[in-house]
């Protein structure tokens, strides 16, 4: 007997007759003699519709608040979740964040998890029934409800599979696995086999939305495969693992866009010691994450620094600019909105030189220009215009033949 977590997506429990056809699939694997945790998301599009209404009363929600409402969505999943696994006569229970012992720290709207008390999970599983627990949700040390940033029924699911030590953490979702590109937009999008810790931690932290970036992060920090596969096909999906060698074979992984982008830019700031680093204090501090950065050649004491962030974040942020404009007696401050990054993802680029060049090349040839350039040892990014983000990934996807199967991965992983 093992046991497994399994986390089924928003769009996984999206109505009735879905919530009906994701109890039977629980069952399923409860037959065949294994204890049960089951993480499950808001249904279909709750959590956006919560945001949307909390918006309509007002500019700016308290997060404590935000959060109260937030977690709603779960625990109305994890009911009838519960209910259908009932009704097909087996047992189950559902469970709160805070119920399941998922502990965080106070932070609203993003929380980390701190620690999880077992105890009456495993009571629970004990008594032989299958517990249905709310994704994206904890308890702060002010038993405050927190959320875990969206996405964050995967870090549920991770976390729980980590305390539990489960031989499998399945995640349940609309597509069969992690695709080379995001199969809505690019529709020879191939399924991957098997992909490393690495390569989908990058993936998913720009812009891959098949799974949250920090779930990935829990996952290889303590080692637990993942199995990505879909809610409504027996298919095997994409199994995320521990690197091994015969990966590198593939240059290549995926290519990701995120059009959540702005280019924000501060002119003429006096080039000294010190300048940069009070910049980007004074966001920090503000908690405004900041990704590329370039910084151009100094001229007559002076440079010019350009960064990117998040569009959720343009207002805060461009305060602060003006502030330090005014603080440093810098010409001018200005951002533009309308741009995105696209990038390639591969831990063959470890090994394999001249995918940037041709990246360039490619994008080039198709009169794109670039306007940043950001790059890791799996990964090369360029930030370019919005509207010419869907030809640039479907000419790198085309032109790097990623729907073609190039080197047979054959991986065995320890445990799926
Ligand atoms: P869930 O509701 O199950 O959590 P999400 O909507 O968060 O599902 O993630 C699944 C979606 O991620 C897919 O519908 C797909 O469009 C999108 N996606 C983006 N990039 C990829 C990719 N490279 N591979 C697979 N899916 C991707
Ligand atoms: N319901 C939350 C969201 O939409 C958490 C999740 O689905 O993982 O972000
Ligand atoms: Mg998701």
């Known amino acids: 007997m093992a046991l497994i977590v399994q986390k089924f997506g928003g769009s996984s429990v ?16 409860k037959e065949k003699g294994h204890q049960l945790v089951v993480v499950v ?4 599009n709750t959590t956006n519709k919560l945001l949307k209404l909390a918006a309509e009363i007002v500019d700016v929600p308290c997060e404590r608040e935000m959060d109260m409402l937030l977690s709603a969505g779960e625990q109305i999943s994890i009911a009838l979740l519960s209910m259908a696994i009932k009704a097909q006569k087996n047992d189950a229970i559902s469970l709160t964040g805070a119920q399941a012992g998922i502990c965080t720290d106070g932070v609203y709207n993003k929380a980390r998890i701190t620690g999880i008390k077992t105890k009456k999970l495993k009571k ?3 008594k032989g029934k299958i517990v249905v627990v709310a994704g994206f949700q ?6 405050d409800i927190t959320t875990l940033g969206r996405g964050g029924s995967d870090l549920t699911a991770v976390a729980l599979a980590v305390v ?8 349940y979702t609309d597509v069969s696995g992690v695709y080379t590109a995001d199969p809505r937009i690019v529709r020879d999008a191939r399924k991957t086999d098997y992909l490393s810790f690495d390569e989908m931690l990058e993936m998913a932290g720009l812009g891959a939305q098949v799974m949250q970036a920090r779930s990935v992060e829990m996952a290889k920090k303590f080692n637990v495969d993942l199995h990505i596969r879909s809610t409504f096909s027996q298919e095997k999906g994409t199994v995320i693992t521990k690197e091994v060698s015969c990966m590198e074979d593939v240059v290549v992984s995926g290519v990701t866009y995120d059009a959540d982008q702005v280019k924000m830019s501060i002119i003429e700031l006096p080039d000294k010691p010190g300048i940069a680093a009070h910049l980007f204090n004074e966001l920090a501090k503000k908690e405004i994450n900041v990704d590329m950065i370039i910084q151009s050649s100094a001229r007559d004491g002076v440079n010019n620094i350009s960064f990117t962030i998040s569009r959720t974040v343009l207002k805060k942020t461009l ?3 003006n502030e330090i404009k005014k603080k440093l007696r810098a010409k001018e401050v200005f951002y533009d909105n ?3 990054k696209v990038s390639l993802v591969g831990v063959g680029m470890k090994s394999h030189a001249g995918v940037a060049s041709k990246m360039f090349s490619i994008l080039a040839a198709e009169k794109i220009n670039i306007e940043m350039i950001s790059t890791s040892e799996i990964r090369i990014s360029c930030v370019i215009k919005e509207k010419n983000l869907l030809k640039a990934v479907r000419v790198l996807h085309k032109k790097f033949k990623l729907n073609q199967k190039l080197a047979k991965k054959n991986i065995s ?4």
């Open 14 to 29: 999206a109505d009735a007759k879905k919530i009906k056809a994701v109890a039977k699939i629980i069952i399923k694997t």
């Open 41 to 44: 998301s808001a249904t279909g």
């Open 124 to 126: 629970e599983l004990k």
């Open 138 to 143: 904890g308890i702060s040390p002010g038993e």
């Open 164 to 171: 539990l030590k489960a031989q499998v953490c399945e995640i």
């Open 319 to 321: 305060d602060i600019m």
């Open 338 to 340: 309308k741009v995105a």
């Open 413 to 416: 992983t320890r445990k799926s």
